[in-house]
């Protein structure tokens, strides 16, 4: 086993969230956890689970109760 610390390139974090390059992470490293090495941006492990729980969506009320008082769908069954 090897004690040294896990990074991943952007190419890879891009790959997690199933993103097509790497042009939104860049475009954010401002607001995102990231570590720089030179002219290379790394994130680490505990960076990529920040990185999701920063793009959390909550379900909202409407989402949860939608159709629950009796209101009419755009096709007109209650």
Do not use: C, K
Not at 31 to 51: G, K, S, Y
Not at 59 to 65: I, R
């Amino acid at each position: 086993m090897s004690d040294q610390p896990t990074y991943y390139t952007l190419e890879d974090v891009s790959e997690m969230f199933g993103l097509t390059g790497t042009y939104y992470l860049r475009s954010n490293l401002g607001r995102l956890p990231h570590i720089r090495i030179a002219r290379q941006v790394r994130f680490t492990p505990e960076h990529v689970e920040e990185i999701a729980r920063i793009h959390q969506q909550a379900p909202t009320a409407s989402a949860t109760t939608a159709n629950t008082f009796g209101r009419r769908t755009r096709g007109g069954a209650a």
